[in-house]
């Protein structure tokens, strides 16, 4: 089946520093891309909407200028925490839509998630 | 606007008992999507099962059933007979007609105790 990837999968970073997460569909060409966080113990949150080309649609109560989104490519878009503060240590998830969109038997694919810690 | 409840917080049962996860949702859309996923302690969203609003047949897959009731927008996930490896946090979850955002609701930890 169809193969999501983020890296890195864990990260530890100072207080101010910037990271960048990646997210890949392996298998497949992904024109939408989305960008989850999830605190501890509670549910997903979208946090804006990745198309290739074209600038994200973030979520409200989202920094688009703290949370950069790239989608350069169909198979691949980045989110980089610029800043990073320890309030925003969280578990941040990427899933994917096939060009296509849904088959019968498809749906939205997730990637395994990075743990943002921020000291 | 869309909405996914999950009224169930934290639940525990004894293994080998059967147990059902409420999920009640909200949506403007005549064409929709309603989703189970399993989330176990490494985080990694596990896909459980994916219906359309026009598929209100329920289904069967192993000891895991589900139950879609479009009159009482309700979408319940059943687990017979379960087992320790059932303990994880389950997510029910919605989506429009499009191939576009998907909305959480807040999830039900379930626990099951040897």
């Known amino acids: 089946g169809a193969v999501v990837s983020q890296h890195p999968s864990r990260v530890i970073c100072k207080s101010g520093t910037s990271v960048k997460i990646e997210c890949r569909s392996l298998?497949?060409?992904?024109?939408?891309m989305f960008w989850y966080r999830q605190f501890p113990k509670q549910s997903l949150m979208l946090m804006a909407t990745?198309?290739?080309?074209?600038?994200?649609?973030?979520e409200q109560g989202v920094e688009k200028d703290k949370f950069l989104i790239n989608h350069a490519s169909l198979t691949l878009s980045t989110l980089t925490v610029t800043s990073a503060h320890p309030e925003d240590s969280s578990f941040y998830i990427c899933?994917?839509?096939?060009?296509?969109?849904?088959?019968?038997?498809?749906?939205?694919?997730f990637g395994p998630g990075t743990r943002l810690t921020v000291l | 606007a869309q909405k996914v409840t999950q009224a169930q917080t934290e639940i525990s049962v004894v293994e080998k008992e059967d147990v059902t996860l409420d999920c009640v949702y909200e949506?403007?859309?005549?064409?929709?999507?309603l989703f189970w996923y399993k989330q176990p302690p490494s985080g990694e969203l596990v896909f459980l099962i994916r219906?359309?609003?026009?598929?209100?047949q329920n289904e069967i897959s192993g000891r895991y059933s589900w139950n879609f009731q479009k009159s009482t927008s309700s979408f319940n996930f059943t687990i017979t007979a379960s087992q320790v490896v059932d303990s994880a946090v389950y997510f029910c979850?919605?989506?429009?007609?499009?191939?576009?955002?998907?909305?959480f609701g807040p999830g039900t930890s379930l626990s099951v105790i040897p």
């Open positions: 899933s994917a839509n096939s060009a296509g969109g849904f088959s019968s038997t498809d749906t939205q694919y």
């Open positions: 298998d497949f060409q992904a024109t939408t």
């Open positions: 990745s198309n290739e080309g074209s600038k994200a649609t973030y």
């Open positions: 949506t403007r859309d005549t064409t929709y999507y």
């Open positions: 219906r359309n609003s026009f598929d209100e």
């Open positions: 979850a919605l989506s429009g007609p499009s191939y576009d955002k998907v909305i």
